[in-house]
Structures are given as C-alpha cells and as structure tokens.
C-alpha cells in the first residue's frame, strides 16, 4: 500500500533527484489552454547546467504532471 510506506511515491523521487538546487527561469500560461510550463536551470550528474520543464496540464479531475529535459 502505497499510503503506508514510509518512501516517498517514485515521481516524488525523480523530482528531487533532477530538480533539487535548481532554479525557476520561466513560468509559462499556454493562451486559452489549462497547461503551465515551469522552466528550470539545474545541474545533471556530470555538473553541467541543463534546462528542464515541468509542465502541468490541468484538465478537470485528470491531471498530467510531467518532467522534460531538453
């Protein structure tokens, strides 16, 4: 069961893992569409910097959350 685990769900991990010490460049509204696009710089595994997106499409009780790289 999910709820009783002491470990956070894999998204959550992924996440930290590319997001953590990263910066917010950019909050993006695509016009007349329920999707935001949130740019970061962070740094990959070797140190060097790299863009990534979360982007967050909010359709009624359907949700999409995703992590893109470039």
């Avoid at 997001?19 to 595994?45: I, K, T």
């Avoid at 140190?47 to 009780?61: C, N, Q």
Wanted: with cysteine; hydrophobic share 45%.
């Amino acid at each position: 069961d999910v709820c009783s685990s002491d470990l956070p769900p894999m998204f959550c991990m992924l996440l930290r893992k590319h997001l953590s010490g990263a910066r917010l460049l950019a909050v993006e509204q695509v016009p007349l569409e329920r999707v935001v696009r949130l740019r970061f710089e962070a740094l990959n595994e070797l140190g060097d910097r790299v863009e990534r997106k979360l982007v967050l499409e909010a359709i009624s009780h359907h949700s999409n959350l995703l992590l893109l790289d470039g």
